[in-house]
């Protein structure tokens, strides 16, 4: 029986990921096949592959809340359990809901809500010039991007009128970053992952600021982790949301939802 060169090149490719220690060699071989236009572009996208880059990095994209995301070099590639984040947000979202995304890396979590929603006001942000760069081209005319730090980049007239903030920024503790996967701790910046001494740093100034750009009954969304979601739910309370907490044991994924109580309520 004769092997087609794609079925050969399948199997070579998925030997050398086996053998790099790529636990879903299959699936990724078939992804690599697929995406490479000659056999010189799948030979590199190999090489590149089995020395450790992320496989998202190698082929540009990554598949998120069934859509594909362009992912730039460097750039933080978005998680599956991500997708919690978002179909909570879509959960209180209507078409036309003001909608700031901050620490939105690739704008991941702003593109699939729109998919889901229909047309939003997205106003994406990050601290990042490559992540800012990738925004822009996934996001183009879907919504604005803007460089800075967390609220800091957002026009004034904002304030005070943005229906959701959706956040999934840094929460890994810094003690905790060594032991991440390679992929992660090498591939991707550290100002992706450290959330400071117990994780909680950036979403502590998430929390504080939220009340001056949500509208009264707005509501702020952030990924935690299990562990830290009772410490995440405290420092939303201080800063006068109402916390509850959302979990998908399939995806390990937690999401904390903070409501803006009305000043008069307060
Ligand atoms: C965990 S990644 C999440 C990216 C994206 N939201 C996602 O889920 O794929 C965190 C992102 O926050 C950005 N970031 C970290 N600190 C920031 C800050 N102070 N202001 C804005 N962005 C920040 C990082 O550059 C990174 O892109």
């Known amino acids: 029986m004769s092997v087609s060169p794609i079925e050969l090149s399948h199997a070579l490719v998925v030997s050398r990921l086996r053998a790099a220690g790529c636990v879903f060699a299959e699936d990724e071989a078939r992804l690599l096949v697929s995406a490479a236009r000659t056999a010189a572009e799948l030979a590199a996208m190999v090489d590149r592959r089995t020395t450790g880059l992320p496989l998202e990095h190698v082929l540009g994209w990554a598949e998120f809340y069934g859509l594909r995301i362009g992912v730039e070099p460097g750039v933080f590639v978005p998680r599956p359990r991500t997708e919690l984040l978002v179909t909570h947000a879509a959960r209180l979202a209507r078409p036309g809901a003001v909608v700031a995304d901050l620490c939105c890396g690739t704008g991941a979590v702003g593109i699939a809500l729109s998919a889901v929603v229909g047309p939003i006001e997205l106003h994406a942000v990050d601290i990042d010039p490559a992540a800012v760069r990738c925004a822009r081209r996934n996001l183009a005319s879907a919504g604005r991007v803007y460089e800075g730090d967390l609220y800091r980049p957002l026009p004034d007239h904002l304030r005070g009128r943005v229906d959701l903030v959706t956040a999934n920024a840094p929460y890994v503790p810094t003690e905790a970053i060594r032991l991440l996967p390679a992929e992660a ?14 994780g909680l740093a950036v979403q502590r100034r998430l929390a504080a600021e939220a009340s001056r750009w949500l509208r009264p009954g707005g509501a702020l969304l952030v990924e935690t982790s299990r562990r ?5 739910s405290d420092v939303f309370a201080r800063n006068g949301l109402v916390p509850r907490t959302a979990r998908c044991d399939d995806l390990d994924a937690t ?12």
Do not use: K, S, Y
């Open 255 to 266: 999401v904390v939802i903070g409501t803006l109580i009305p000043r008069t309520l307060r």
């Open 185 to 198: 701790r090498d591939h991707e910046p550290l100002t992706a992952l450290d959330g400071g001494a117990d």
């Open 228 to 232: 830290q979601a009772p410490g995440t």
